[in-house]
């Protein structure tokens, strides 16, 4: 049996770091929002044992460092199952990052092959495994909205907003997630030793966050009629969230040394974006636009201005599942 599943990608709203945590981990606040943006991900069992991984995009492991294979391996084990598990990756998304291109292909595999073999994982072992094997794994066994806090691994998902027409852009470099972190330790000590009572402390900082995001959530979720809170129309809530004020702390760091990342920013808000922002640690970018023509007509024109742009949308909670399958012979 071959089952083919869509592994899309996703953004982050707004992304705050707070303290290092004493595994080196970072403590996070971030809303992950799934996009229609995908690669194709075949999952099939064999007779014999072994993990075997296809894709014909050099930059892609084949090997046990693969996200896959790890969440196979640990799911194979978990599930007493055996046989050799072939997977092919039809990479469709930029390797660049920030997409979770890697670990939306790690869950695809895993809730394919669970398929396959006719088992199912009780949802907290899946939670597990895949928080296990990075932090930006576990958004994908919710899909659409979702609060991500602790590492990133702990998700909660939010109410489906309106699917929202938006812009990745995709800049030819790579930033290293672990640098990144390092290069924002290395500011916050600096900063902190500079002005020991101006600058908020790391919690502060989480906690501002998430004032603006309960806020943001209360306004958008309490059922409370929109008067009460503010006059006119009501907005789409995603472009009210970005519009509260919300950003991605790594673009402090990332953009000082990738100018060009930074000029994407600029080039998407000239084309049109309500917002744009760095999506993750990078390198890609987005913007989010008021309809699809607006987002078909920026994708051009950056495209014309030499930056890798696609047009796309966000997807709810109830597309993402909608299309995840694609076939199952
Ligand atoms: O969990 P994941 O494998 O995606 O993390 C990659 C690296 O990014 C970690 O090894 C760690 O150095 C850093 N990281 C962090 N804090 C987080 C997530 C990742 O410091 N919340």
């Known amino acids: 049996m071959t089952i083919s599943v869509r592994a899309f990608a996703k953004i982050n709203l707004g992304l705050r770091i707070g303290a290092r945590r ?20 075949r999952v099939s069992l064999g007779r014999g044992s072994g993990i075997e991984i296809r894709c014909s995009d050099p930059k892609v ?15 194979m084990g978990a599930l007493g199952a055996r046989g050799h598990v072939v997977i092919d990756i039809e990479k469709r998304l930029p390797v660049q990052g920030g997409l979770g291109g890697a670990s939306a292909n790690a869950v695809a595999t895993l809730l394919g092959l669970e398929r396959v073999l006719k088992k199912a994982l009780p949802a907290g072992e899946r939670l597990r495994i895949t928080a296990e094997v990075g932090s930006d794994l576990p958004l994908f066994l919710a899909g659409g909205t979702v609060l991500g806090v602790g590492r990133g691994e702990q998700v909660y998902p939010l109410e489906d907003l309106p699917a929202t027409a938006c812009v990745v852009v995709t800049p030819e470099v790579g930033v290293s997630t672990p640098k990144a972190f390092a290069e924002w330790d290395r500011r916050m000590a600096g900063q902190t030793a500079a002005s020991k009572l101006t600058v908020p402390a790391a919690s502060d900082r989480m906690v501002e966050l998430g004032r603006e995001l309960s806020a943001w959530l209360g306004e958008s979720y309490s059922g409370a009629p929109r008067q009460i809170f503010r006059r006119g129309r009501a907005e789409n809530p995603l472009l009210e969230l970005v519009r509260a004020g919300i950003k991605n702390d790594f673009e402090e760091v990332v953009f000082p040394e990738y100018p060009e990342l930074s000029e994407g920013k600029s080039a998407l808000e000239r084309a049109g974006a309500k917002y744009a922002s760095l999506s993750g640690s990078g390198s890609t970018l987005y913007g989010l636009f008021a309809s699809k023509e607006a987002a078909r007509t920026a994708a051009q024109r950056l495209r014309k201005q030499g930056w890798l742009a696609q047009a796309t949308v966000t997807l709810t909670r109830k597309q993402y599942w909608r299309k995840f399958l694609v076939s199952s012979f």
């Open 61 to 75: 492991p084949k090997d046990a460092s693969n996200t896959c294979h790890r969440v196979v391996e640990q799911a």
């Open 22 to 41: 004493e595994d080196g981990f970072h403590e996070l606040l971030t809303v992950y929002q799934t996009i229609g943006l995908h690669d194709v991900i």
